[in-house]
């Protein structure tokens, strides 16, 4: 499967983004997803995962409440909403595709992710 990630951009704090992560090649509906990111000089981090069946998720603690993975798997789309954003979500956002049996899985460690998309760099100003 390749994934193409686009949404990333120039914003103030507080603002929104809305990433994408479209997936070709074969449908995104027998594999969990994630979103990672990585900061300049900084180790890559787990930011959002969804499971396969849409209905399980999880967050890193410092985005919780401010930021929605979804996935729309008509049109073979992960999404993440961004709001009220901070400067130290400034990083270059990557989506991942792993695929899994169990339809409430949610990988949070970018180990166990397959599939990587290239980065899109959201840059937040403060």
């Known amino acids: 499967v390749q994934l193409q990630a686009s949404g990333g951009g120039l914003v103030q704090a507080g603002g929104s983004l809305r990433l994408s992560c479209a997936a070709s090649?074969?449908?995104?509906?027998?594999?969990?997803m994630g979103w990672f990111r990585q900061a300049p000089g900084k180790e890559r981090e787990f930011v959002a995962a969804?499971?396969?069946?849409?209905?399980?998720?999880d967050y890193r603690d410092s985005v919780k409440g401010r930021f929605i993975i979804s996935r729309d798997d008509a049109k073979n789309t992960l999404y993440l909403q961004m709001n009220s954003l901070k400067a130290e979500d400034t990083a270059v956002y990557s989506c991942a595709a792993v695929y899994v049996r169990i339809t409430s899985w949610v990988r949070t460690r970018d180990v166990d992710y397959s599939y990587w998309g290239q980065g899109t760099l959201v840059t937040v100003s403060s």
């Open positions: 090649g074969r449908t995104l509906s027998t594999y969990g």
């Open positions: 969804v499971s396969r069946s849409g209905i399980n998720m």
